[in-house]
């Protein structure tokens, strides 16, 4: 077997034969950072899982499968399959296989105050690429992350300029299909909203096949001054899907941000968010859910930084776990010591409906200033016999009222996106897989 | 706010009271940690041979591991071979009665506030003390032996009792549990047994007083509790230093093993030096208790008041493997100056219908750091587990911190965890509401965080529940952020 650590040997000459494909373009900062975050990596090796950050989310099982790294894009590109949210308004962008479709993408009428380009095209058309690429993830290392900067060069550009408010939401889907060969894919978004604009992104996530789906992902959000950001990932590939999303949000004054993270199904999911609310009157919102069974595995990191005075936090985190389902979360706020006044609220409820299911929660503090409010909770159990009772006394079938308990339970979460179809597709999602 | 600050800083000034060093005429062991400092210990204190092997495998098994570095406390680097492993008072004959106590000795006591006498007459407390390495005396042993309760010292009981010892020692914690426990077993040198026979209710409380003398030793006391079928004991702990410039470690394990609805409560005022207002000197408190619930509805309930040592790094903890048994934990820490403190429990759920439950109240003032960190563990089989947890924290000041790390592993579906936390300092209005009622702010502050640490506070028995009180006046009285 290959320990993570062997493994690494391995990216090492993965990264000479990438170096090579790329022609050309080794000159630019990006290939720099490149080189910054192979060396990195490369001297912290993939955390075991003796390592604290992933001590319940082991990636050594799925990585002995050494999924070649030469075989980093499957070339043989397939047609994108239909998904749900085809039919959705919105401007659209289809990745397959780690590569951008361009012929199903739809920017449509798209505002020229708004850039949607991909990473390359960026590399070569904003000068001040350099200032944002890579500096939140900077303050908030990750190996996975460094591996993700290490062999990028896919992804999506977002610039909302000043006072712009993108009129509908901008769905960027991805799509793994591992039918033929293993998928891995490294995708390295970045989002700058300026001053006074408002951003709606749905990032989906799909995949179909037997073979192993391999998804590093990392997402940057620059938050400028009074902008306004909703993201949400909704997470929904195939049993055999690996994936590890690197989410890291830099909010600026007045700033607000709201990042939603629906994990349904997968092998094994680890998200990692960071937000760092860097000046005063910040507001971050966190939602998370996950609603898994089988062998599904998902893994939730997240936490706040909160940088200066009067800023404030609020995440909700559930999950039900079924089967032998896993489910792990760790919240984490700083409080740093000039962040007074900071208000900060975080609250993870958990359902296990199996005896083989498990959960392991962490909600931590840390914090050194006075002046604040800060509090969580946090709950492990099973539905409420009283409410069941109630139900049941109403002529409500104990399966139905089950379904309708574990509907309000997870309708927490989906009631924070406001993308009105999205919402529906998901409450659909999530009855039909309580009621089976 | 200055006059608010002026207070603090007066009442934060208060000094430590039982900073004094008592000039006992002592024999020690070399400065350093080898195999021949255990042989030497294990002479000393006349112990059969199987206690000589059992230390020396601790001490083989310890030189392995290396020194944990994931609690949340810095502090320098210990030189194991700059400690003095054995300090102890000169005497020539174990004393019969009280009476024959070296008269020094006793006033070091008395100067504490145990007088041997005074004890036995009027609060009914039978007390064991310990200083440095050695345990001094021990009362009303006669008439716990009416009884058949064991209450004496350890080398007493390896000596006396060793069937008992070599049952139960190293049975909740092994002796390669973690490094500093396996530190212990190797060297450590006297402390506490305590064996209640089957259905005896311990009529008494029964206490042990720690206190390191000598300069640069490590103190290392290790005690055992065994409480039979149906028994119930209430033990104290309590614990002070001499102020020093250097660090001093202290290293305790504490064992103990309740059976079958056997009822164990242990209370510590836990109060070493803890160091100059600039973080000079101060005791490492690495200490590792844990109880054994190993009959059905046991109980172990662990209740302790932390104001002092520079660096407190301490998890005692419950392993409820009986069905329907209960594990209790109660914490109050307080941490003022450059003290840090990285303290909490484990409840580790295996039997059916286990409870637990969870409350801990950290003060940080001054420049201080207290963390707490918990963990519950639901086992696959622990079905209908309850636990609740509570840990709230309060900051005096701006330049402190408070950290929360509660690791919650539910393995079973019908289990109930609920874990809350919450930090907060003490509110204008609150002190207003108490202003405008007449109540000085150092009087108003001292009623807030008294009411803060309330719950814990009453869990503790009474003679300790005022000697805590008057703790954290000291500590923190008047401090208004």
């Known amino acids: 077997m290959t320990t993570p650590n062997e493994y690494i040997n391995t990216v090492g000459k993965a990264f000479e034969k990438f170096e090579a494909s790329l022609n050309g373009s080794k000159s630019t900062f990006l290939h720099e950072l490149r080189k910054e975050s192979l060396a990195a990596i490369l001297k912290s090796g993939l955390p075991g899982p003796k390592h604290e950050e992933y001590r319940y989310t082991n990636f050594g099982k799925a990585l002995e499968k050494s999924i070649a790294y030469e075989g980093i894009v499957a070339e043989t590109a397939a047609a994108s399959a239909p998904t749900p949210l085809d039919s959705f308004e919105g401007y659209k962008l289809y990745f397959v296989n780690g590569k951008l479709d361009a012929s199903r993408s739809d920017l449509g009428d798209l505002s020229e105050k708004v850039t949607v380009t991909s990473l390359a095209s960026a590399v070569k058309e904003q000068g001040d690429l350099k200032e944002y690429l890579g500096s939140i993830v900077k303050s908030w290392p990750d190996a996975f992350s460094h591996l993700n900067t290490a062999f990028a060069k896919e992804g999506v550009f977002i610039r909302v300029k000043k006072n712009t408010i993108l009129d509908k939401p901008l769905y960027i889907i991805h799509s793994n299909d591992t039918s033929a060969t293993e998928v891995l894919a490294h995708y390295r978004n970045l989002a700058i909203v300026e001053e006074g604009s408002q951003l709606k992104v749905i990032e989906a996530n799909f995949s179909t096949g037997a073979n192993t789906s391999y998804t590093n992902t990392v997402l940057e959000i620059f938050c400028k001054k009074n902008a306004s950001v909703e993201w949400s990932k909704l997470q929904l590939e195939n049993e055999t899907a690996l994936r590890i999303d690197n989410s890291l949000v830099y909010q600026e004054r007045d700033s607000k941000c709201t990042i939603n993270t629906i994990t349904l199904s997968g092998q094994m999911v680890r998200n990692n968010l960071y937000i760092a609310l860097d000046d005063e009157n910040t507001e971050a919102h966190m939602y998370g859910l996950y609603l898994i069974d089988g062998k599904t595995h998902v893994d939730n990191h997240t936490s706040v930084d909160h940088r200066k005075p009067n800023s404030f936090s609020n995440e909700l985190y559930k999950g039900i776990m079924d089967d032998q389902s896993h489910g792990v979360f760790n919240g984490k706020i700083f409080v740093r010591q000039d962040a007074q006044k900071t208000n900060a609220f975080q609250q993870n409820n958990n359902i296990l409906l199996s005896p083989n299911a498990v959960i392991n929660t962490k909600p931590q503090l840390e914090i050194w200033a006075d002046d604040v409010k800060c509090s969580h909770g946090c709950t492990t159990g099973q539905l409420d016999n009283e409410q069941l009772f109630y139900l049941r006394a109403r002529g409500i079938s104990e399966d139905k009222a089950r379904a309708m308990l574990l509907h309000a339970f997870a309708g927490d979460v989906i009631a924070n996106i406001s993308v009105g179809p999205v919402k529906e597709y998901l409450e659909q999602l999530i009855t039909d897989k309580i009621e089976n | 706010m200055s006059k608010d600050n002026q207070i603090l800083e007066e009442l934060t000034k208060s000094d430590y009271k039982y900073g004094f060093h008592s000039d006992i005429e002592t024999e020690s062991a070399p400065k350093g940690l080898n195999e021949d400092i255990v042989r030497f210990i294990s002479a000393k204190k006349e112990e059969p041979e199987w206690m000589l092997e059992w230390r020396l495998s601790a001490y083989r098994h310890w030189l392995t591991l290396k020194e944990p570095t994931w609690q949340n406390v810095t502090f320098p680097e210990i030189n194991y071979q700059d400690i003095i492993f054995y300090a102890a008072p000169k005497q020539k004959i174990s004393p019969k009665s009280l009476d024959e106590v070296d008269p020094e000795l006793r006033a070091t006591f008395e100067k504490l506030g145990i007088s041997f006498d005074e004890q036995k007459r009027l609060t009914g407390v039978a007390v064991d003390a310990v200083l440095d390495s050695v345990s001094v005396a021990t009362t009303f042993k006669s008439k716990l032996g009416e009884l058949g309760i064991i209450f004496c010292s350890f080398s007493e009981a390896v000596r006396e009792h060793p069937e008992l010892v070599k049952k139960y020692i190293g049975s909740v914690v092994p002796v390669n549990d973690n490094y500093f426990s396996a530190l212990n077993s190797a060297v450590f040198s006297d402390g506490s047994f305590c064996y209640i026979p089957k259905g005896v209710r311990c009529p008494m409380e029964l206490s042990t007083y720690f206190r390191i003398n000598a300069m640069n030793t490590g103190q290392f006391e290790r005690t055992l509790i065994v409480a039979e079928e149906g028994s119930y004991v209430s033990y104290l702990e309590g614990c002070t230093a001499p102020m020093r410039d250097e660090n001093q470690l202290h290293a305790a394990v504490v064992e103990i093993f309740a059976a079958k609805d056997a009822e164990v409560k ?142 919650i592993d539910v393995e079973n579906p019908l289990a109930i965890v609920e874990h809350e936390a919450t930090t907060s300092k003490i509110g204008e209005d609150q002190i207003f509401y108490c202003n405008q009622r007449g109540i000085a702010t150092e009087d108003a502050v001292a009623l807030i965080v008294n009411g803060f640490a309330k719950e814990v506070m009453n869990q503790l028995p009474m003679e300790f529940a005022v000697e805590a009180q008057k703790l954290l006046a000291i500590s923190l009285e008047g401090s208004v952020g």
């Not at chain 2, 419950?318 to 914490?331: H, R």
């Not at chain 2, 801990?360 to 636990?387: D, H, L, T, W």
């Open chain 2, 266 to 407: 242990y209370s510590t005022v836990q109060n070493w030096y803890p160091g100059s207002k600039e973080g000079k000197g101060g005791i490492y408190n690495f200490v590792t208790k844990r109880g054994l619930c190993s009959g059905d509805g046991s109980k172990i309930s662990w209740t302790q008041v932390e104001t002092g040592s520079a660096v407190t790094w301490k998890y005692p903890s419950c392993i409820l493997k009986g069905d329907n048994s209960i594990g209790e934990f109660y914490s109050v820490a307080v941490t003022n100056n450059y003290q840090q403190a990285d303290t909490g429990t484990k409840m580790i759920h295996i039997g059916k219908n286990t409870r637990s439950r969870i409350v801990s109240k950290g003060i940080s003032a001054g420049k201080s750091q207290n963390s707490y960190r918990g963990q519950v563990k639901v086992m696959k089989r622990a079905e209908g587990a309850r636990n609740y947890s509570q840990c709230d924290s309060l900051l005096l000041g701006d330049k402190c911190g408070a950290h929360t790390f509660p690791y």
